[in-house]
């Protein structure tokens, strides 16, 4: 992932999005992605020389993407809140995927692209 070539913010955002729905746990997402993104793209590489990316820019936009796909319909707790409300997943799932997928989704994609625009606000 590192080697694609877009911008190193839009990796991060990519990377932690794709292991938090493959893990439903933002924890375990971010504490496998996160140094590994970390290594590849601070050690030297041209984006970490030219001063395009800090750490803390990596763990602020990781940390948004994070909660995104936490919340799929497979979710053991989204399973739990439909069952006790009586809810099918036809009739309310997709106000929580508004919620709790798209709209962090969105948040991420915009603190990337606010650190590609200002590098100085990490």
Same mark, same amino acid.
């Given at each position: 992932?590192?080697?694609?070539?877009?911008?190193?913010?839009? @990796?991060?955002?990519? =990377?932690?999005?794709?292991? /938090?729905?493959?893990?439903?746990? #933002?924890?375990? !997402? +971010?504490? &496998? *992605?996160?140094?590994?993104?970390?290594?590849?793209?601070?050690?030297?590489?041209?984006?970490?020389?030219?001063?395009?990316?800090?750490?803390?820019? @990596?763990?602020?936009? =990781?940390?948004?993407?994070? /909660?995104?796909?936490?919340?799929? #319909?497979?979710? !053991? +707790?989204? &399973? *739990?809140?439909?069952?006790?409300?009586?809810?099918?997943?036809?009739?309310?799932?997709?106000?929580?995927?508004?919620?709790?997928?798209?709209?962090?989704?969105?948040?991420?994609?915009?603190?990337?692209?606010?650190?590609?625009?200002?590098?100085?606000?990490?």
């Amino acid at each position: 992932l590192t080697n694609m070539p877009i911008h190193p913010m839009l @990796i991060v955002v990519l =990377a932690v999005v794709i292991l /938090v729905a493959l893990t439903s746990s #933002p924890p375990a !997402g +971010m504490s &496998i *992605i996160v140094p590994i993104l970390a290594a590849g793209l601070l050690a030297g590489g041209t984006a970490a020389s030219a001063g395009m990316i800090e750490p803390e820019m @990596i763990h602020r936009v =990781a940390t948004i993407a994070s /909660v995104s796909f936490e919340t799929l #319909p497979f979710n !053991g +707790m989204i &399973i *739990i809140i439909l069952t006790m409300t009586r809810i099918s997943h036809k009739e309310g799932y997709m106000p929580m995927f508004l919620c709790s997928v798209i709209y962090p989704l969105i948040a991420a994609v915009v603190a990337a692209l606010l650190f590609i625009a200002f590098p100085g606000l990490a």
